[in-house]
């Protein structure tokens, strides 16, 4: 049974930092590109950020331009774990955070339905 198991989220005050893990199991994703999206209260789920089976430079992540400059995706294949680096957080980067799989061999992608495996979110509250 494939799992996608996030951690990492909680209470935070504007201007602070928090790292976000997704741990899979189940299968390995170290071919698969990775991503993770969020969803505030009433609106869409929202991409965020989303690497290569790689990851092993710059041009093999892509982010939102809301997050772009504050926040880092990163992975350890060996760990099969996935990581979202967030700094100079705002109140509306508020939401459910969720980190998201494709299948091997495909590329990264800004597009949800892309996606084949979910995990189950982790709330990230913004405080102003």
């Known amino acids: 049974q494939v799992q996608l198991v996030e951690s990492g989220g909680g209470l935070v005050q504007a201007g602070g930092s928090l790292t976000l893990s997704c741990v899979a199991s189940?299968?390995?994703?170290?071919?698969?590109?990775m991503g993770w999206f969020r969803q505030a209260p009433g609106k869409e789920r929202q991409f965020v950020a989303t690497i290569s089976w790689s990851g092993g430079s710059t041009s093999h992540r892509d982010y939102a331009d809301s997050v772009k400059g504050r926040f880092t995706i990163s992975r350890d294949n060996a760990k099969n774990t996935l990581y979202l680096q967030k700094n100079s957080l705002k109140p509306e980067d508020t939401a459910v955070y969720y980190c998201?799989?494709?299948?091997?061999?495909?590329?990264?992608?800004?597009?949800?339905?892309?996606?084949?495996?979910w995990g189950q979110g982790t709330q990230v509250t913004v405080s102003s």
């Open positions: 998201a799989a494709r299948a091997a061999g495909t590329m990264m992608s800004r597009v949800d339905h892309k996606y084949a495996y």
């Open positions: 189940g299968r390995t994703f170290s071919y698969s590109a």
